[in-house]
């Protein structure tokens, strides 16, 4: 008697192999993504992140100042800061969203890569089970038994 795989616990593990190969490849790359994108589209970030963000009646707006970090070694280095802000239409500000909004920004690429990944890994899965499955199939073949007298 011949023994034959579970079919589903093998689909599962080809499956799990596969989300982790192509994850490991999309996520950094949706994480550049949305760290290149963050510079160059400061009207999509703020027409579609700040009307989350933001409380009613206000419009979002990114600011930049010069500000300064401390490295490693203790010494004082010049950088940019980029902030969310939300202010009403005479000009006041109402809150201060800091930097969150580069983290949910990035955290949209990675979500939409994780998803393309595992639809993928899906696809992928199947294309293997199948050849695996005729490859079976073609090797189980054999002729019927005839008893000649």
Do not use: H
Not at 10 to 39: D, H, K, N, Q
Not at 85 to 114: E, H, M, Q, R
Not at 122 to 149: A, C, E, G, H, W
């Amino acid at each position: 008697m011949e023994r034959k795989t579970n079919r589903f616990l093998t689909g599962c593990l080809v499956w799990f192999v596969v989300f982790l190969v192509i994850s490991s490849c999309l996520v950094p790359v949706g994480m550049l993504a949305g760290g290149f994108t963050m510079f160059f589209s400061e009207d999509l970030i703020t027409s579609s992140l700040g009307q989350f963000l933001c409380p009613v009646n206000t419009f979002p707006e990114i600011i930049s100042y010069d500000s300064v970090r401390i490295d490693e070694e203790g010494i004082e280095r010049p950088s940019t800061t980029l902030e969310m802000v939300c202010k009403t239409p005479d000009g006041n500000t109402v809150s201060n969203l800091g930097g969150s909004y580069a983290l949910i920004w990035s955290g949209i690429f990675v979500v939409v890569s994780l998803v393309l990944s595992a639809i993928l890994s899906v696809v992928i899965t199947i294309i293997f089970l199948r050849i695996f499955r005729n490859r079976d199939n073609q090797k189980n073949q054999t002729p019927p038994l005839v008893k000649i007298q």
